[in-house]
């Protein structure tokens, strides 16, 4: 029975996510809200439930299972990226390399600094 | 059993969900096999490896992309109570994150900033076509929240998504090579990194090779990104003059 409980908590804050998400109007899916009400909810209670772990970390240990079928998407349109791939591929690269080094760099250096601070 | 029967038979069976799922689920478990004896590189991803072996499954057997996702839909529908579970390893390291919110936030900033600006100024530079550039822009958002942000500023929901794709596996890709050029050790730097770069993908990608720590600041990372992301793309599309 664990993994029931577990399952119906999160497809429970999922609901919950997609009502507030709709009532609020806001440009953000149910899911990331419902992410933020589970979250809500296990501050409140202080702990995590063992149904709930299990259940929740099973998927995702799954994680990259789950974007197989939207990727295989990626063939409707052959077409459309086909024509630009150069320009796709060379954006994708430099770009992304680019927000990586930023965050990286940008984040590294502002905790650093915090955690030296207290821990000095 | 005669050849017209066979023929029934797989007509029969290829607009049914077991061909799909079954079929995604051997996709996958080769891919990882695949993907250890290239010695986990990057550049075969069990996702992008699944992937690749389903749409040559699709081509040779001439099921249409349609069919193959009303049955894949069962396996796709799980993204959701995912996303709702990332909430449990934030919770594990709530300490950390409340600590670093300021930087975490200011990091986000600067990396949202950083990857829609060079991808539409990289993108307009290079000549891309309207749609395919507005299709772009919201790339390193995880596609649920970047169909709706290609939709609202006018780039096609679907082509979004499949970008979104190609930019976790390049952000898979890149990420490992480029923080180890750069130093960075902090499991939750290299997390929360992934995350924003790399969305979903990264963030399977830390949980599956850099331990819980860095999966719980990736799915960090990938929320507030998409959340962030939508209230300011439209400004800096915006400006762009797009």
Request: charge should be positive.
């Amino acid at each position: 029975m664990p993994l029931i409980m577990g399952m119906s908590v999160l497809l429970g804050c999922q609901f919950i996510g997609e009502l507030l998400v709709r009532a609020l109007s806001v440009p953000v899916p149910g899911p990331v809200m419902g992410m933020v009400v589970l979250l809500i909810g296990l501050m409140i209670r202080g702990r995590v439930p063992d149904a709930l772990r299990l259940a929740g970390e099973g998927l995702l240990r799954y994680l990259t299972l789950l974007f197989v079928p939207a990727g295989v998407g990626i063939m409707v349109h052959f077409g459309l990226i086909g024509a630009d791939i150069w320009v796709l591929l060379v954006t994708l690269v430099v770009s992304t390399a680019l927000t990586i080094a930023v965050t990286a760099k940008v984040l590294d250096s502002l905790a650093r600094r915090r955690s030296g601070g207290e821990e000095a | 059993m005669s050849l017209a029967s066979l023929d029934q038979l797989w007509v029969y069976l290829s607009g049914n969900p077991l061909v799909s799922l079954l079929a995604t689920l051997i996709a996958f478990y080769l891919a990882t096999h695949v993907n250890r004896l290239l010695g986990r590189s990057p550049f075969a991803h069990p996702v992008l490896v699944a992937i690749a072996l389903l749409i040559a499954f699709l081509l040779f057997t001439g099921i249409d992309y349609a069919t193959y996702f009303e049955g894949a839909q069962f396996i796709h529908f799980l993204l959701g109570p995912a996303t709702v579970a990332l909430a449990i390893p934030l919770f594990d390291h709530r300490e950390r994150v409340r600590r670093l919110l300021l930087p975490l936030l200011i990091a986000c900033l600067s990396g949202i900033i950083t990857a829609v600006s060079s991808t539409l100024g990289l993108a307009l530079l290079l000549g891309a076509q309207k749609p395919v550039l507005l299709s772009l822009a919201p790339r390193s958002v995880t596609s649920p929240i970047a169909m709706g942000i290609a939709e609202q500023i006018g780039g096609i929901p679907s082509l979004a998504a499949a970008l979104v794709l190609l930019t976790g596996s390049v952000g898979c890709a890149l990420g490992p090579w480029i923080l180890r050029l750069l130093r960075i050790e902090d499991p939750s730097v290299k997390g929360f990194t992934m995350g924003l770069a790399a969305h979903g993908f990264g963030t399977a990608h830390c949980f599956a090779s850099m331990g819980a720590m860095a999966g719980a600041f990736a799915g960090l990372a990938m929320g507030l990104t998409g959340m962030l992301t939508a209230f300011i793309l439209p400004l800096i599309v915006q400006l762009f003059g797009l």
